[in-house]
């Protein structure tokens, strides 16, 4: 079973504010990703990285940025939040090689609210 | 890696197959076709996948067209519970392995 968590799963703050959502994994995996979600539409992947000190932007231009100290974990934050921010941000990771090596396991998500 | 066309939606009615398409003509011989669902508010869920043969697991049987041209998702008995969006993708694993969702096909079972 997959075991990637993501905090807060819910999070309604104010314009201007620093905000920063939690993704780690216990799975030892080197890849991982954040997507973005507004409702009822497709995920677009806005950061990666391929491991420790390695990130990329993705398709969809965002304001956040990441950061990958440790394998386990993949933070992103927005420095100053706006109502154009407000959306569900997925986290996921995938290994490199091994029978799970197709497989991009996705965390609950974070839906985050800017007013 | 290459672009994939699905239907918008689809229904089916709860017992029956559901058969879901995907068009992917521009797919390279070393891409694989994955297939992804996304319950409502939910990360989403991995499949299945294949190259060319088909492939059966328990959830889902994975048939690719002999050009690979394109391919069908079955869910042999569809229940309520997969009422979803259903994600086909197609990648090279390991070399390039994020992953561009498009706008998938929304199932509804009906009763």
């Known amino acids: 079973e997959a075991d990637i968590y993501q905090t807060p799963r819910y999070l309604v703050i104010g314009t201007g504010k620093k905000i920063t959502l939690e993704c780690s994994q216990t799975?030892?995996?080197?890849?991982m990703y954040w997507y973005q979600q507004d409702p009822g539409m497709e995920l677009h992947l806005i950061h990666y990285?391929?491991?420790?000190?390695?990130?990329e932007k993705g398709d969809l231009s965002s304001e956040s940025t990441v950061s990958r100290i440790r394998t386990e974990h993949f933070p992103l934050t927005l420095e100053s939040a706006r109502p154009s921010h407000t959306s569900q941000y997925l986290c996921?990771?995938?290994?490199?090689?091994?029978?799970?090596?197709?497989?991009?396991?996705f965390g609950p998500g974070t839906r985050l609210t800017v007013t | 890696d290459a672009k994939t066309t699905q239907p918008t939606s689809m229904d089916c009615a709860e017992g029956r197959a559901a058969n879901l398409p995907c068009n992917h003509s521009t797919i390279s011989g070393n891409e694989y076709v994955y297939w992804y669902r996304q319950i409502h508010s939910q990360g989403p869920q991995y499949i299945i996948h294949?190259?060319?043969n088909n492939e059966t697991n328990e959830m889902a049987s994975l048939i690719i067209t002999e050009d690979r041209k394109s391919s069908t998702l079955i869910l042999p008995h569809a229940t309520l519970r997969d009422t979803a969006v259903y994600y086909c993708i197609v990648r090279v694993p390991r070399s390039a392995s994020k992953i561009i969702f498009g706008s998938g096909t929304r199932l509804s079972i009906r009763p």
């Open positions: 294949g190259l060319k």
């Open positions: 990285s391929y491991g420790v000190n390695s990130t």
């Open positions: 996921a990771s995938s290994d490199r090689s091994g029978p799970t090596s197709y497989e991009q396991y």
């Open positions: 799975m030892g995996h080197d890849k």
